[in-house]
């Protein structure tokens, strides 16, 4: 049975951090791409920050240079460090793990909630 528990999220004021900890279970972990994404109601889910097995990261402008994605493959773990955080990155964010094999589904986890609000 595969697993993504995300953990982390909670409220902080503007200009905060919070590290976001994704513990994956169930796969064989190293050899996933792995990513976060965010929802807000009433829109669609967005990527926010992506690493390949090997190790490649990737952001779209609206949070490179803020938030950083990491991977511990002896933990089955995969990080998101988000620093100079604004109102509008308020969202829940969403962990995903995107198989090597193309035609396999990919797994999601529950969410955690984000609150940026002073």
């Known amino acids: 049975q595969v697993q993504l528990v995300e953990s982390g999220g909670g409220l902080v004021q503007p200009g905060g951090s919070l590290r976001l900890s994704c513990a994956a279970s169930g796969i064989t972990f190293r050899v996933y791409s792995m990513a976060w994404y965010r929802q807000v109601p009433g829109k669609e889910r967005e990527l926010v920050a992506g690493?390949?097995?090997?190790?490649?990261?990737y952001y779209p402008d609206s949070v490179q240079g803020r938030f950083a994605i990491s991977r511990d493959n002896a933990k089955n773990t995969v990080y998101l460090q988000m620093n100079s955080l604004r109102p509008e990155d308020t969202a829940v964010y969403y962990c995903n793990a995107r198989p090597p094999v193309t035609g396999l589904s990919d797994y999601w986890g529950q969410g955690t909630q984000v609150t940026v609000s002073s």
């Open positions: 690493i390949t097995s090997g190790s490649r990261t």
